[in-house]
């Protein structure tokens, strides 16, 4: 069915119909091959819609994959900067697929890349609490800093639900924690360890609700999630 092209793009997933709006504008959505404009229209079973030169699928027809990300890499699909982006990494994918939520440049472990958009809304959204679960490497008065890690706290003027901490071992002055958070404000795990006077050397997210990252994963490497997976994801919200 031939649709006006901002909400066809919004109803496969890509993104809101505005967003989808300042694309066509941008240039960034072609048509037959043909740069689209604001207005046109398209039908999925007859045209060929492409964004940045990526062809776009209907719904029902989602790629979800699991990346442990390396350090190193922004979570973001292009960089002004010229930095190395999570995209360069699961281009064999062949598919437009964007990160679920974000880790920093020097953060690694478990990120969600997906083409599915109301998945993605649904897990970053805050009222649904997903957890997501980190291992971080500390240095600094642990005894002083874990009750106030796990207690009340405060970021960017608003509360944090309390964080879930467990202590892991200490060699040569580090000490291995698993901390478990609900929310996913910028930086917050590494803020949260400044507050209480934590250095963090390390950070690896390890799982998402109850999805947890494959072991056998090298850093740089991604796979496609299984439909037991998926259902995990799904089972959360």
Do not use: F
């Not at 959505?29 to 045209?47: I, Q, S, W």
């Not at 959204?125 to 002083?144: N, R």
């Not at 901390?179 to 209480?196: D, F, L, P, S």
């Amino acid at each position: 069915m031939e649709q006006r092209l901002q909400k066809l793009l919004s109803v496969c997933g890509v993104g809101s119909r505005r967003t989808m709006e300042e694309w066509i504008t941008a240039g960034r959505v072609t048509v037959n091959g043909e740069v689209a404009h604001l207005g046109d229209k398209a039908d999925l079973d007859r045209d060929v819609i492409c964004v940045d030169g990526v062809p776009i699928r209907p719904e029902g027809d989602r790629v979800y994959l699991m990346l442990n990300k390396p350090r190193g890499y922004v979570t973001t699909l292009s960089d002004e900067q010229g930095r190395r982006t999570v995209a360069d990494l699961v281009t064999g994918c062949e598919r437009r697929v964007w990160p679920v939520g974000r880790l920093d440049l020097d953060s690694e472990g478990l990120l969600i890349l997906t083409d599915d958009g109301d998945l993605t809304q649904r897990l970053i959204h805050p009222s649904h609490e997903v957890e997501k679960e980190y291992l971080v490497w500390v240095m600094g008065d642990i005894k002083k800093g874990l009750p106030i890690l796990s207690g009340p706290m405060e970021l960017d003027g608003g509360r944090l639900a309390p964080a879930q901490v467990r202590r892991g071992r200490t060699s040569g002055g580090v000490t291995q924690l698993s901390v478990t958070i609900h929310q996913g404000k910028n930086r917050q795990v590494r803020r949260m360890c400044a507050k209480a006077g934590l250095t963090v050397l390390r950070l690896k997210r390890i799982r998402e609700g109850a999805l947890e990252l494959d072991r056998t994963l090298k850093p740089g490497q991604w796979r496609v999630l299984t439909g037991a997976e998926v259902a995990l994801l799904r089972d959360d919200l």
